[in-house]
């Protein structure tokens, strides 16, 4: 079963609007990431933050992550239509192993 | 980098056909993980190894499935007799560790998939 389940599962924005999506997740964890899934592709990783960050920037991404309520949130500023994917966070705790996201599909209109 | 590879890219088979899937991580990433995608499921897991050897196949659905990495630079996927409730998109993707970092601080490479339908 997943572990991570993430709000909302559709999201439809303009161009140049910020975009916000949430994971969150049930048990402990080490790390968190962040993956886009372009349609028809396989995933490509964005951004990892570990347990003990709460913030990480990187380009127009910004990741939050709280540990007590179990929860990140991905935050896409300045859409672009090319953001149009689907975007699944990634739990670890203390193996090689990732749990996926059931996914937040975002599309960005011109 | 050529990236993940994986082949065939499409297969169409018919129900009672064995299948196999094929895959070539990047070289040099000691870990590598096959996955199963549908609408239904969400991207699941069925497999995982470490420098060749399996460490957690407790995703494989079920017998019929088995999995396979002879050497650091192949590993194929096998369905003995396939379904049509096999069909799927099946990932392959491989990591290694961060230098300096522990085991699981690092992000996987996905290859590009292989979309299955079972007839």
């Known amino acids: 079963s997943q572990q991570g389940e993430e709000d909302p599962q559709a999201l439809s924005i303009q161009e140049g609007e910020n975009a916000t999506m949430n994971c969150s997740y049930k048990t402990s964890i080490n790390n968190l990431q962040w993956y886009r899934q372009n349609s028809g592709r396989g995933l490509v990783h964005l951004i990892l933050i570990r347990s003990n960050e709460r913030e990480k920037h990187s380009g127009r991404l910004r990741v939050t992550l709280d540990t007590s309520k179990k929860s990140s949130s991905l935050l896409i500023t300045a859409s672009r239509a090319a953001d149009t994917a689907s975007y699944f966070c990634a739990t670890d705790f203390n193996t090689d192993k990732l749990i996926f996201g059931t996914g937040t599909r975002l599309q960005v209109f011109p | 980098d050529a990236g993940v590879i994986q082949s065939p890219r499409h297969e169409v088979t018919e129900m009672g056909q064995e299948v196999t899937l094929r895959c070539k991580p990047i070289s040099g990433h000691n870990s590598l993980f096959w996955y199963r995608q549908t609408m239904m499921r969400g991207l699941e897991l069925l497999i995982y190894f470490n420098n060749n050897v399996p460490i957690d196949d407790s995703g494989m659905p079920e017998d019929r499935f088995s999995a396979k990495m002879p050497n650091a630079s192949f590993s194929t996927l096998k369905i003995q007799p396939s379904e049509p409730r096999d069909s799927a998109v099946y990932f392959c993707?491989?990591?290694?560790?961060?230098?300096?970092?522990?085991?699981?601080?690092?992000?996987?490479?996905f290859g590009p998939g292989t979309r299955l339908t079972v007839l």
């Open positions: 993707a491989s990591s290694h560790p961060l230098a300096g970092g522990p085991i699981n601080y690092n992000e996987q490479f």
